[in-house]
């Protein structure tokens, strides 16, 4: 499989606090995508990396990619509590042509408390 | 409204009774795939399609099959279902190598 891994599997903080979630994978990618679901729901895009950049920014969500280390991570700083969700990591690889074939990770279930 | 449509939304059958779940999305993207998703196992990829009359399998295709005969169509069909595919299955659709835009998702349970 093909499959990413995120890391931690799952992460408690306090609202406020900073949330990293980290995610590896295994071979050439054109980018990295991260994705949030409420329990139960369909899945939301948040932030698309390519393969090219190293460091991407979305209101207060950061998200770097190290394509040396076939990895990424996730930062959501002063969490909230409507923040809780599972993150997942998605990577689109590499099969040549104009689009590639995305892959998802097991993902990372946050709680924020109050 | 630009979306994906998935139906139906829950689906309780019976095992070898077979089911389709239909997926259309109206973006014209060359793209689709299903996943399901089970506790603790993420989302894994059942079959995606680059294009019209084009189909792979991705990492758990046993007991489905997919058709895409047309642009907008990308229909899971589980000729003889069992217990071990109750799962909730999502569908999604991409241009080029933008984001996945997903349906809502189809809950199926079979016993």
């Known amino acids: 499989s093909q499959q990413g891994e995120e890391d931690p599997q799952a992460l408690s903080i306090q609202e406020g606090e900073n949330a990293t979630m980290n995610c590896s994978y295994k071979?050439?990618?054109?980018?990295l995508q991260w994705y949030r679901q409420n329990s139960g729901r369909g899945l939301v895009h948040l932030i698309l990396?390519?393969?090219?950049?190293r460091e991407k920014h979305s209101g207060r969500l950061r998200v770097t990619l190290d394509t040396s280390k076939k990895s990424s991570s996730l930062l959501i700083t002063a969490s909230r509590a409507a923040d809780t969700a599972s993150y997942f990591c998605?990577?689109?690889?590499?099969?040549?042509?104009?689009?590639?074939?995305?892959?998802f990770g097991k993902g990372t279930k946050l709680s924020v408390k109050p | 409204e630009a979306q994906v449509t998935q139906n139906p939304r829950y689906l309780i059958t019976v095992t070898g009774k077979k089911l389709t779940v239909t997926c259309s999305q109206n973006?014209?993207?060359?793209?689709m795939s299903w996943y399901r998703q089970d506790p603790g196992l993420g989302l894994r990829q059942i079959y995606y399609?680059?294009?019209?009359?084009?189909?792979d399998k991705g990492d758990v295709p046993e007991g489905y099959k997919v058709s895409r005969k047309e642009k907008r169509n990308f229909p899971l069909i589980l000729e003889s279902p069992s217990p071990n595919q109750t799962s909730l299955y999502f569908c999604?659709?991409?241009?080029?190598?933008?984001?996945?835009?997903f349906g809502n998702g189809t809950r199926l349970t079979v016993t």
């Open positions: 998605a990577t689109d690889f590499v099969y040549g042509g104009s689009q590639g074939n995305l892959i």
């Open positions: 399609s680059m294009n019209v009359e084009v189909t």
């Open positions: 999604a659709s991409k241009l080029g190598w933008g984001a996945l835009h």
């Open positions: 071979t050439s990618i054109n980018n």
């Open positions: 990396i390519r393969s090219n950049e």
């Open positions: 973006m014209n993207h060359e793209y």
